[in-house]
Nanobody
Framework: VQFVESGGGLVQPGGSLRLSCAAS????????MRWHRQAPGKERELVAT????????WYADSVKGRFLISRDNAKNTVYLQMNSLKPEDTAVYYC???????WGQGTQVTVSS
């Protein structure tokens, strides 16, 4: 099982980024997927979840209305569109499959002017 996150970077407050997570080693279309983040000195936080067919999504209150999780089962990829970014969104972002204990290397998102 492998997750490869990408798309992070440095962005100004109010900007946008789109993260991608390419998954392999399991039947992607059968699993719900999640995005988590971990800021320096803080615990890892669940940000968003999407069901296996993409029909249901859930967001943490801190990102609701600004972030959008989606997936492409044909490409074994889950996305996180992040809009109206704030400095407090600065963190390393990780994707995981629901029920699995595997983690990728994450992608760094830094929101700063």
């Amino acid at each position: 099982v492998q997750f490869v996150e990408s798309g992070g970077g440095l962005v100004q407050p109010g900007g946008s980024l789109r993260l991608s997570c390419a998954a392999s080693g399991f039947t992607f279309s059968r699993y719900g997927m999640r995005w988590h983040r971990q800021a320096p000195g803080k615990e890892r936080e669940l940000v968003a979840t999407i069901t296996s067919n993409g029909g249901i999504t859930w967001y943490a209150d801190s990102v609701k209305g600004r972030f959008l999780i989606s997936r492409d089962n044909a490409k074994n990829t889950v996305y996180l569109q992040m809009n109206s970014l704030k400095p407090e969104d600065t963190a390393v972002y990780y994707c995981t499959a629901v029920g699995m204990g595997y983690w990728g290397q994450g992608t760094q998102v830094t929101v700063s002017s």
